[in-house]
């Protein structure tokens, strides 16, 4: 059921590259989105801030976010705070997330932590349809709650999906169901007593399965967490790292991502 005062939020981006360089050919937000002026990365990626007037996400909004690649285009979609998803009577928060990358482009969408407060209920949608030579590097964490504050797997639910094509050919396809009611959330199989979830997907069709290898090395150096990674079923990995601290997963993440950047150049 939809709260009568949730709100329908909407991000569009389409990017272009001109000799080389990536511009912001077009962009369209409604409240509370607000997106500010790109900056370039010494790599020559366009960095764009998604912010938020609002403090944080309501029963019955739903967040849209709509972005399309031209050929050759590098683009980082990163938001400037965590996302918070507010408690809530009866109903529910949608987000859907719909990327477009064309030929030899590569987009970096890295939002920060989101964090579901007692009996927060939340869905999410993230397909990607990429084209031929481009890349596509994703990264999120999930908090089990308000931590601080002892509020932990206190949320009603949460969902989320990921279906990630390249062509017509769905390579990649992810389901994530969180109830703390029906679950044990802290056990085996889960949070397995860590309290918070950090996942990095890359796709790329030339993809060096020494990449595994390196970042496995990596991340087997840090102490106090528990990590896995996967190869995909064709052109991709995903990494799951369990920790407690969402200030030390950006960092890990913010490190492997320089790993997987520095083997992939284009």
């Not at 009568?4 to 509370?32: D, H, Q, R």
């Not at 596509?136 to 989320?160: C, D, M």
Request: net charge neutral; aromatic share 14%.
């Amino acid at each position: 059921m939809k709260n009568s005062f949730g709100k329908e939020s909407l991000l569009l981006i389409k990017s272009k590259a001109i000799n080389g360089k990536t511009y912001l050919e077009n962009s369209y937000f409604s409240a509370p989105f607000k997106i500010a002026k790109p900056f370039y990365e010494d790599n020559g990626i366009m960095s764009i801030m998604v912010m938020s007037a609002s403090a944080g996400i309501m029963e019955g909004d739903t967040y849209r976010i709509d972005v399309e690649l031209d050929a050759e285009s590098k683009v980082r979609l990163e938001s400037q705070s965590y996302q918070k998803i507010h408690r809530m009577k009866e109903g529910c928060a949608l987000q859907h997330n719909s990327f477009r990358l064309g030929k030899g482009s590569f987009l970096d969408y890295w939002p920060k932590a989101v964090i579901p407060f007692k009996d927060s209920r939340f869905r999410s949608t993230m397909e990607c349809r990429m084209a031929e030579g481009s890349a596509f590097l994703y990264s999120e964490i999930l908090s089990g709650g308000r931590v601080k504050s002892g509020e932990v797997f206190e949320f009603g639910e949460y969902r989320s999906s990921i279906r990630i094509y390249y062509g017509n050919e769905l390579i990649f396809a992810e389901n994530q169901f969180l109830c703390p009611m029906e679950q044990y959330l802290g056990g085996i199989g889960f949070f397995e007593g860590y309290t918070h979830l950090a996942s990095l997907g890359f796709f790329y069709d030339k993809l060096d399965d020494s990449l595994i290898d390196d970042i496995y090395e990596e991340l087997d150096t840090i102490d106090g967490l528990q990590f896995g990674i996967s190869k995909a079923k064709k052109f991709g990995l995903v990494v799951r790292i369990l920790e407690n601290r969402s200030d030390k997963l950006e960092k890990i993440l913010e490190c492997v991502k320089r790993i997987i950047l520095k083997k992939f150049k284009k």
